[in-house]
């Protein structure tokens, strides 16, 4: 196998967690830490007071 084809797969490997770990986290960051989700929970601003 030529050092091309290596240094190709080494490339696709990396990039195949690195988008895998982004995904990861960007979904990870939607919810905290009970499961639901922080863009669709009810935010209180000061009139709700």
Do not use: C
């Not at 490997?13 to 919810?31: D, E």
């Not at 639901?36 to 009139?47: G, I, N, V, W």
């Amino acid at each position: 196998m030529p050092i091309g084809d290596i240094l190709y797969i080494i490339a696709i490997v990396l990039f195949s967690i690195m988008t895998f770990a982004i995904i990861r986290g960007n979904f990870q960051r939607k919810f905290d830490k009970n499961g639901h989700r922080h863009d669709l929970k009810d935010k209180k601003t000061k009139e709700d007071k």
